[in-house]
């Protein structure tokens, strides 16, 4: 039975079909795109991974000038209602359509008549989002038995196609990301055995990332908890400095995905301070030639989250056998979450 390496070694193929799937899929959402010049908001929501991916797509948007949000769907249902007064287009995330908060807004968006658009980003064609949604997005990852990998980066190439239609502009060559995870995975896998020997005494990993990235540092935290039983937090690089900072030791591990430019300076002075306190520093990123980091194709920065979350699940399943934990499986929760 196919197992999560093979899940992760799919990415390339599965991306491709997702793009060819919703591509022809957007010519309905462009009529939304004029809706956005008049001001109105994009809601992003969903939960764990689909959360995280969300801000992906509201970094996309800001910087092409379209107001946009990402809110938990929790927090969207029970705290952020009156979001829904100046109808928004909303865009849902799950990859099963049926996580317990997603279903529950549908029911609330329902209950309350709020004449919001519903765009349903989902992989389960025939699933409460994928039916109830104004419009439906339908990755085509396929099956997945373990911890999110592959409906993840299906999930990214998504946004970042449904992004260029909703703002009018050019999304990236999502193939270019595809092609970089294919050439790089034997790589990154040799490189991951590596790195996780190397942290076999670390308690505590800290993922960062800026801009587009920080959807890369929270989805980071969230699949190596769930794989290797490891805590973890992943947060916005900028926040590091402002408290963090004091919880570095020797047994710390920071993981920091460098981006581009002024984000690329910032976090190599950022990875030197941390260094010099004592603790390791995994870099993840274009031109990375450190023992202890990743390198990853040069993309474009809305782009380099789908490739660069890649070597972060391989390390996360060598973690996983480091500390004697069954590779993918989980001990408390579910592969979907029908409990809020």
Request: proline residues 4%.
């Amino acid at each position: 039975m196919p197992g999560i390496r093979d899940e992760i070694r799919s990415q390339p193929d599965v991306i491709r079909k997702t793009v060819q799937s919703i591509t022809t899929a957007l010519p309905a959402i462009v009529p939304y795109a004029n809706d956005l010049d008049n001001g109105r908001q994009v809601i992003l929501t969903g939960m764990g991974g689909s959360y995280s991916a969300g801000r992906l797509a509201e970094f996309g948007l800001i910087e092409r000038g379209v107001q946009a949000i990402t809110v938990e769907s929790s927090e969207l249902l029970y705290h952020a209602q009156h979001l829904f007064d100046r109808k928004p287009l909303i865009v849902a995330i799950s990859q099963s359509g049926e996580s317990r908060e997603v279903v529950r807004l549908l029911d609330e968006l329902d209950k309350r008549q709020a004449d919001c658009p519903i765009i349903g980003i989902t992989n389960t064609p025939g699933s409460s989002l994928a039916t109830r949604s104004t419009h439906t997005l339908t990755m085509q990852a396929g099956e997945e038995k373990t911890v999110s990998t592959k409906t993840y980066t299906c999930t990214l190439a998504a946004l970042v196609l449904l992004t260029g239609t909703l703002s009018g502009s050019d999304a990236g060559q999502i193939e270019a990301a595809a092609q970089a995870i294919e050439t790089s995975l034997p790589g990154w896998e040799a490189q991951a055995q590596t790195i996780a020997a190397r942290l076999s005494k670390t308690t505590f990993v800290e993922f960062l990332g800026r801009g587009a990235s920080r959807a890369s540092a929270l989805t980071a935290a969230l699949i190596t908890k769930e794989t290797a039983k490891l805590p973890t937090e992943g947060m916005v690089g900028g926040q590091f400095r402002h408290g963090p900072l004091e919880v570095l030791a020797p047994e710390i591990t920071v993981a920091i995905f460098m981006g581009s430019g002024i984000e690329r300076s910032l976090n190599e002075v950022l990875a030197a301070d941390i260094e010099a306190r004592g603790a390791s520093v995994i870099r993840i990123g274009s031109g990375v030639q450190h023992e202890l980091g990743f390198n990853v194709p040069a993309l474009d920065d809305f782009l380099m989250p789908i490739a660069e979350i890649v070597p972060v699940q391989l390390l996360a399943i060598e973690l996983a056998a480091q500390r004697g934990f069954p590779v993918g499986e989980f001990r408390y929760g579910t592969k979907v979450t029908t409990t809020e």
